[in-house]
T-cell receptor, first 116, second 112 residues
Framework: AQSVTQLGSHVSVSEGALVLLRCNYS??????LFWYVQYPNQGLQLLLK??????LVKGINGFEAEFKKSETSFHLTKPSAHMSDAAEYFCAVTKPSGGGADGLTFGKGTHLIIQP | DSGVTQTPKHLITATGQRVTLRCSPRSGDLSVYWYQQSLDQGLQFLIQYYNGEERAKGNILERFSAQQFPDLHSELNLSSLELGDSALYFCASSGQGQGGYTFGSGTRLTVV
C-alpha cells in the first residue's frame, strides 16, 4: 500500500519569502509523485510531477520539487512567495502500471497562507 | 478548461435518494478515475475505469457504483444517500504512459 504524509496542515509565509511544503511518501515500488494545487471552489491543477529521470522537477508558477529516494521525500519549494500562491496544496503518489497508472493516493493537504 | 467535463456542478438532494454524476474525459484519454473530497476524509480514490473495464477500486462504498460507456464517458451512481455523502466528487482522466492525470472541476453534492 502507498501513503503520503504532508507535514503541516497550515503553512504561513511572508510575501517574497521561500515557500517549503513538505511531503513524505511510502511505496513498495518506485513511485510516481505529484503536487497539485486547489484554489477555493475549484478543481485540482497539476503543479508538477516526477515519474522517471531527473530528480529535480520544475513545474508551473515557479514551483519545483526534488525527489529524494533515500529520504522518501518530495518537498515542494518556491523561492519567492506571491499573494496568488495562497491555496491548498496536495502531494500524491501512485505506482506505474501497464496500460496506464493506477489511482492517486493523496496527502491531507497543506493550506498555504501568504502574509503581506 | 482542463478538458475533463463534469456535470452537474452542484446537486442538492435528500437522504435516501439516488443521484448520477457524469464525467466526460479529455479527448483521447482511456482511463477515468473518481475521487471524493470531504473535510473529514480528504481526497479519497473511489474507482478507476480503463477503456470500459473496471481497473481498480479504492474506498468506494457498496452503495456507490460506476461505469464507463463505449464513448468513454463515465457515470458515478450514488444510492441510499446519507448526510455523510455530502462532498465534492472529482473525475480525472489519463492517457497511456506516465501518469498524467487531468481533473475536472468537480460536482458538489449536498445531501439534506
Amino acid at each position: 500500500a502507498q501513503s503520503v504524509t504532508q507535514l503541516g496542515s497550515h503553512v504561513s509565509v511572508s510575501e517574497g519569502a521561500l515557500v517549503l511544503l513538505r511531503c513524505n511518501y511510502s511505496s513498495s515500488v518506485p513511485p510516481y509523485l505529484f503536487w497539485y494545487v486547489q484554489y477555493p471552489n475549484q478543481g485540482l491543477q497539476l503543479l508538477l510531477k516526477y515519474t522517471t529521470g531527473a530528480t529535480l522537477v520544475k513545474g508551473i508558477n515557479g514551483f519545483e520539487a526534488e525527489f529524494k529516494k533515500s529520504e522518501t521525500s518530495f518537498h515542494l519549494t518556491k523561492p519567492s512567495a506571491h499573494m496568488s500562491d495562497a491555496a491548498e496544496y496536495f502531494c500524491a503518489v501512485t505506482k506505474p502500471s501497464g496500460g496506464g497508472a493506477d489511482g492517486l493516493t493523496f496527502g491531507k493537504g497543506t493550506h498555504l497562507i501568504i502574509q503581506p | 478548461d482542463s478538458g475533463v467535463t463534469q456535470t452537474p456542478k452542484h446537486l442538492i438532494t435528500a437522504t435516501g435518494q439516488r443521484v448520477t454524476l457524469r464525467c466526460s474525459p479529455r479527448s483521447g484519454d482511456l482511463s477515468v478515475y473518481w475521487y471524493q473530497q470531504s473535510l473529514d476524509q480528504g481526497l479519497q480514490f473511489l474507482i478507476q475505469y480503463y477503456n470500459g473495464e473496471e481497473r481498480a477500486k479504492g474506498n468506494i462504498l457498496e452503495r456507490f457504483s460506476a461505469q464507463q460507456f463505449p464513448d468513454l464517458h463515465s457515470e458515478l451512481n450514488l444510492s441510499s444517500l446519507e448526510l455523510g455523502d455530502s462532498a465534492l466528487y472529482f473525475c480525472a482522466s489519463s492517457g497511456q504512459g506516465q501518469g498524467g492525470y487531468t481533473f475536472g472541476s468537480g460536482t458538489r453534492l449536498t445531501v439534506v
